[in-house]
């Protein structure tokens, strides 16, 4: 677990510290010395685990969206500030308003709170969240509740009621249970006595033996009978209070391009509906050299071994399932040679790595005009893709394909060639700048006792590609982690004639998609969560007194990188990896830049986007531009209109083309004041007629036309 002093650190920089080191893998963060540093764990999205020693300021895990945060302490206001998922356990007291908002997720508060507990928590479907009071509560306890569960569990069984006045008020959705006493005067308007039924008492009896793991106490005691129970009077206890006819709106609809979910979710950023847009009126050959401005693994990547996460995000998946992404890359591969450049300047970029962020930013800075030569260490380009991607994945035709067209560019590559310190340093002196994508190579390694006879994973993959199985007949095998590489291995070792492929991993795995449901169809088993203790000649003993029988393990937790060719002008991290501003790829030295794995692990699609990118701030440096960064502004799916979409054959046509205006024209139809006008792709709102009644925004099946856009680029 990483341990950070915050005695003295000012929370802004905290959290910055707290993000970094999560997006670079860490899972686990201990933090001592806490002393009211604001906002801890505010939206956070991933599986991560903080523990807090201290008083945490205000607003800890707001709008948090899966992690787990412990204070071994007391909290200020706002606990779980809308809260989305995840768990927030206080081993002590918390100031106001915990819960305020929260929209899934749970909040355990092992002593008393302030005053609002609950308010405005609200649910939907089965995100229901709970909020658990130890202690007791001030006034206005669960006011304006819209759904939830909370819950004041009075520890102390203080005589006088757990809870003050207003309980309730204004509730409409959701419930409130009371250990203790609770009078008639005590309730909010709105809110109501009901008896407990058998759905509270197996809730109560859930959340109490929950909540007691977490706080470490024995509550069997604790009977649901002893609760009361507070719910809604009726619906919208204030609904007479509102105006809803006047229209309070002041923003005039405008009309813009989004991020749509597919190029949002794409680590490479290639818009898909443009793309798909340009197929269906024809231009197929302008449609094949739009995707050349992204990527030039088409084949191998696009079309083969991502994990697709364009077709997770796409919005067909509210109508019928996703557009067949990755088949139309490879149906609309190019048969022609990419355009070169009419003339290749003298300015000389040095490249070193030949894998996927190396050979993106080649094939783009190639492109532009300048020299460009590219020094591996292998015989073959590809990296990781050629040599650790299993062949029954990704053929040796379909990288062929797209080195084929990479190298139709000027570009020299130096096969077999190690850069050590000296080579570097003549590469730096005779370039007009250094892109460093070796990739990361070292496997992680955990000093398990007995552990040495672990074998790395990745290298396992390699020797398969490099014609050197190994042979794995009537073994057992275990992966040590679950991840999709882990999912790799294992059908990598059923093939080796595995008798028994088991994977573990300490959280819940990362593995999903096609690799996932290879390995699982074959009969690999994934136990999760475990943790070793100690390693054995025969067997893998676990914390959890079990072990497993282990005749081959191997290592798959992910890898970093051999950093020590490079010199001290360039700054690295406490783990070798290169340390860039954000949205940068530039080191600390203004000659070198990186890309891919050297600065963070991700998919190969990362690592192919990054190369793009970092070939881009290459091209602005060298020509005295700023680099601008590309934003995403994704396209809120409640602003898809799926209502117009469906029966559609073929998946060009099935492209809802999602926040990109395909000149439909429904808006300016729609328009009771004919307020808007189109001539040509350019659109305009006359603001003498329009009367913000936003029939445009409701009636664009794309998204197109916005009223929230307050944080898009001018």
């Known amino acids: 677990m990483l341990t950070i002093d915050t005695k003295g650190l000012y929370y802004r920089s905290l959290n910055r510290q707290i993000r970094e080191h999560l997006a670079k893998g860490e899972t686990k963060v201990l933090l001592k010395n806490i002393l009211g540093q604001r906002y801890i764990g505010g939206g956070l999205n991933s599986d991560a685990l903080l523990e807090i020693y201290g008083t945490p300021g205000q607003d800890i895990g707001a709008f948090m969206n899966g992690s787990s945060i412990t204070v071994f302490g007391n909290a200020q206001d706002g606990v779980g500030n809308t809260m989305n998922a995840g768990k927030i356990v206080i081993h002590g007291k918390a100031g106001e308003i915990p819960g305020h908002s929260m929209r899934g997720g749970k909040i355990f508060i092992k002593g008393d709170v302030e005053y609002r507990a609950g308010i405005h928590m609200k649910e939907y479907m089965d995100q229901i969240p709970w909020l658990i009071i130890g202690g007791t509560a001030k006034d206005y306890c669960g006011e304006y509740m819209a759904g939830g569960k909370l819950v004041v569990l009075n520890l102390d069984n203080v005589p006088a009621s757990p809870v003050g006045r207003g309980v309730g008020t204004g509730i409409h959705g959701g419930e409130i249970y009371v250990r203790g006493r609770v009078e008639a005067h005590q309730l909010g308007i709105g809110a109501i006595f009901v008896d407990i039924d058998d759905a509270d008492r197996a809730f109560l009896e859930e959340a109490l033996a929950e909540y007691a793991r977490d706080m470490g106490l024995d509550l069997k005691h604790i009977s649901p009978e002893e609760f009361i129970k507070i719910t809604k009077k009726g619906a919208r206890p204030f609904g007479k209070l509102y105006t809803p006819g006047i229209n309070i709106k002041t923003r005039k609809p405008l009309h813009v391009n989004l991020t749509p979910p597919c190029a949002y979710n794409c680590p490479t950023g290639i818009p898909t509906p443009v793309f798909l847009n340009l197929i269906k009126d024809g231009k197929i050959r302008e449609a094949q050299l739009f995707m050349d401005e992204f990527t030039p693994f088409r084949m191998s990547v696009c079309g083969t071994v991502c994990p697709a996460p364009c077709m997770d995000g796409c919005s067909r998946n509210m109508v019928d399932g996703p557009v067949e992404v990755q088949r139309l890359a490879r149906e609309y591969y190019p048969d022609f040679a990419p355009i070169a450049p009419k003339k290749t300047g003298e300015e000389l970029i040095s490249i070193i790595g030949a894998g996927p962020a190396g050979l993106s930013a080649a094939w783009q800075l190639s492109r532009r005009g300048y020299r460009v030569r590219v020094y591996d260490s292998g015989g073959d380009p590809g990296g990781k893709v050629r040599r650790a991607i299993p062949k029954e994945r990704l053929s040796e035709e379909s990288l062929d394909k797209d080195m084929a067209r990479i190298f139709s560019l000027p570009i020299e590559l130096r096969k077999n060639q190690v850069v050590d310190r000296d080579t570097f340093q003549k590469l730096y002196d005779e370039s007009g700048a250094v892109l460093v994508a070796t990739g990361a190579h070292l496997t992680k390694r955990i000093p398990y006792p007995g552990g040495e006879r672990i074998l790395s994973g990745l290298q396992f993959l390699m020797d398969i590609n490099d014609g050197k199985p190994r042979d794995l007949s009537g073994c057992e095998v275990v992966i040590i982690g ?233």
Request: aromatic residues 8%.
């Open 482 to 714: 679950a991840g999709n590489v882990g999912m790799d291995m294992a059908c990598e070792s059923w093939r080796l004639g595995a008798k028994k492929v088991t994977a573990i991993d300490i959280q819940k795995p990362l593995a999903f998609g096609k690799e996932l449901d290879m390995a699982t169809s074959l009969g690999t088993q994934i136990l999760w969560p475990k943790k070793i203790e100690k390693v054995t000649s025969k067997n893998i003993h676990l914390t959890d007194k079990t072990s497993i029988r282990a005749d081959v393990i191997f290592f798959s937790i992910g890898e970093i990188p051999d950093s020590s060719f490079l010199p001290e002008s360039v700054f690295l991290d406490e783990r070798g990896y290169m340390v860039t501003d954000k949205k940068s790829f530039r080191s600390s030295d203004p000659k070198v830049y990186g890309a891919g794995d050297l600065i963070a692990p991700g998919l190969i699609s990362d690592a192919i986007g990054m190369g793009r990118l970092a070939a881009m701030q290459i091209h602005a440096s060298l020509n005295d531009e700023d680099f601008l960064y590309p934003g995403k502004n994704p396209v809120p799916k409640s602003r898809i209109n799926t209502v117009y979409f469906g029966g559609e054959t073929g998946d060009v046509e099935r492209c809802i083309s999602c926040g990109t205006c395909i000149l439909c024209d429904k808006c300016i139809e729609n328009c009771p004041q004919q307020a808007i006008m189109r001539n040509g792709e350019v659109f305009t709102i006359d603001d003498s007629k329009c009367l913000l009644c936003y029939s445009c925004t409701a009636v664009c099946p794309r998204g197109a036309i916005q009223t929230d856009y307050a944080d898009l680029p001018d």
